[in-house]
Structures are given as C-alpha cells and as structure tokens.
C-alpha cells in the first residue's frame, strides 16, 4: 500500500532561518511526487511536481528535491508569509490520476 | 477564470440529515476530484471524474456517500444519513489532461459540522 509520511508535524523557525521539510514514501511505482501549500481556511495550492530522483525545482525561496525514497523541501532565509501548512504528495503508476497526500507539515516563521 | 468554486463554504447539520456539497470545475478541465480532510486522516480521496465519468470511487466510505457529475460545469457530493463522524472540510478539484500530471486546482472547501 501506498504511503507518505512528512516530518515534522510542525516546525517553528525565526525569519531568516532555513530548513528543510521531510517526505518519506513508499510506493510501487512512482510516477509523481508534488508539493502543495496550504493556507488557513483554503485549498492546497500547487508548488512543485518532481519525476526522477536527482531531479530539483526552484521557486522564491523554496527549493524541492527527491531521492528514490523521499523528498525534501528546503527553504532559504524564510519570511513569515512563508507560514502555511506544506503537503506532499505521490502519484503511482497504477493509481490513475489519483494523488495520496501525507499529513503535512505546519510551518511558523515569526519575525 | 474564477477557479474552482464550492458551495455551501459551512453547514452544519443535525445527524441524520441529508447534505448535499456542489462543486463547480474551472472551464475546460476534464478531471473532478473530491477530497475530504480531517486531522487525523489528513487529505483523502473520495471519487474522482474523468470527463464526467466516475473513474475511481473506492475512497468513498460507505454507502451513505454518492457523487455525480451531471455535465462538465457541475458535481455534487451527497451524505444521507449523515453522522457525526462525516464532519471534515470536503474539497473539490479539478485538472486538464496535458497539465503537469498531479497539478490540481482546489476550490476553498466545505466545512461541515454534523451534530
């Protein structure tokens, strides 16, 4: 069975602060890997999609790379509209169209 | 475009009761998913639609959900009997076959509160 754990479940770092966000997964056959934002009261909002592993994307302050058994989510020097929940998620070769999302991580960046 | 829209954003419920979630795609997409998130289960797949036709409903939990997809402007998802148990904020998304596999567009969600 498909699974995707993130760590960790929460992660509180100072503006300027850089770290990185886990996705650990476990799938049969990957055909995607993405990354998703989340802000209070709304829909996931889509950041990054990641095909082979060694492969890496770029936007702003976020950098997203994986490995054949997980993906990280660095962020550089984050400001506080940096805050928001992250998700990631994978997409198997035998599952369609259909994404199974981890729990996410929630991220504070405080002034 | 508009995005995805939801309605209602809240209802609450007495359990029992039949609610009924709409969902209206973005003009053009060809994929309609409907997602429901809770905090201990976090996001999970309920059905999805492709070109109207429901292509994978094995997430839907019981017998008590149906979805449809009349044409390819609305989609509604139904609970009845409702239960305490079904409270969560339900999603809907959609996608465009040729978009980069994986990148959908979620609307803001309906809370529901079953009491």
Partial sequence: EDQVTQSPEALRLQEGESSSLNCSYTVSGLRGLFWYRQDPGKGPEFLFTLYSAGEEKEKERLKATLTKKESFLHITAPKPEDSATYLCAVQATNSGYALNFGKGTSLLVTP | D??????????????????????????????????????????????????????????????????????????TLKIQPSEPRDSAVYFCASSALGAPSGELFFGEGSRLTVL
């Fill in chain 2, 2 to 75: 508009a995005g995805v829209i939801q309605s209602p954003r809240h209802e609450v419920t007495e359990m029992g009761q039949e609610v009924t979630l709409r969902c209206k795609p973005i003009s053009g997409h060809d994929y309609l998913f409907w997602y429901r998130q809770t905090m201990m289960r976090g996001l999970e797949l309920l059905i999805y639609f492709n070109n109207n036709v429901p292509i994978d409903d094995s997430g839907m939990p019981e017998d008590r959900f149906s979805a449809k997809m009349p044409n390819a402007s609305f989609s």
